[in-house]
């Protein structure tokens, strides 16, 4: 997989979250500003709460697309298919697991030695 490829297919999923996140916001404030109900005939009442009904309805295909897209990435990290970037060991890592690795033998040997007395 080349880092074109990686490229394009992360700014997609930029583009979907925002697009998502976009009108999840645009629905509810939608909602918020047809809530009050003063003063409202019941007709106008009744076409504003099927007005709620619908942004709802597109809030709810929205966070479904979230879901969507997190579970696609997720596949895409256990079957190791995000590409190099993301599963390239990095020297630091393997040099800090080694400290902590040996911090915790020398804590385990001295704590063992300790019990025996």
């Known amino acids: 997989m080349d880092a074109s490829t990686v490229s394009a297919r992360t700014l997609l999923y930029i583009e979907r979250v925002n697009?998502?996140?976009a009108a999840l916001n645009k629905?509810?404030?939608?909602?918020?500003?047809?809530?009050?109900?003063?003063?409202?005939e019941k007709g106008v009442t009744a076409s504003e709460v099927f007005q709620i009904e619908v942004h709802a309805?597109?809030?709810?295909?929205?966070?479904?697309d979230l879901l969507a897209l997190t579970r696609s990435l997720k596949e895409a990290w256990l079957f190791g298919q995000l590409g190099s970037t993301f599963n390239e060991e990095r020297p630091?890592?393997?040099?800090?697991?080694?400290?902590?690795?040996?911090?915790?033998?020398?804590w385990y040997r001295k704590a063992g030695s300790s019990r025996d007395v």
């Open 19 to 21: 697009t998502n996140v």
């Open 27 to 40: 629905r509810f404030e939608s909602i918020v500003q047809l809530a009050p109900i003063d003063g409202k």
């Open 57 to 64: 309805a597109a809030m709810i295909r929205a966070t479904e």
């Open 92 to 106: 630091e890592t393997a040099a800090n697991a080694q400290e902590v690795s040996e911090a915790l033998i020398a």
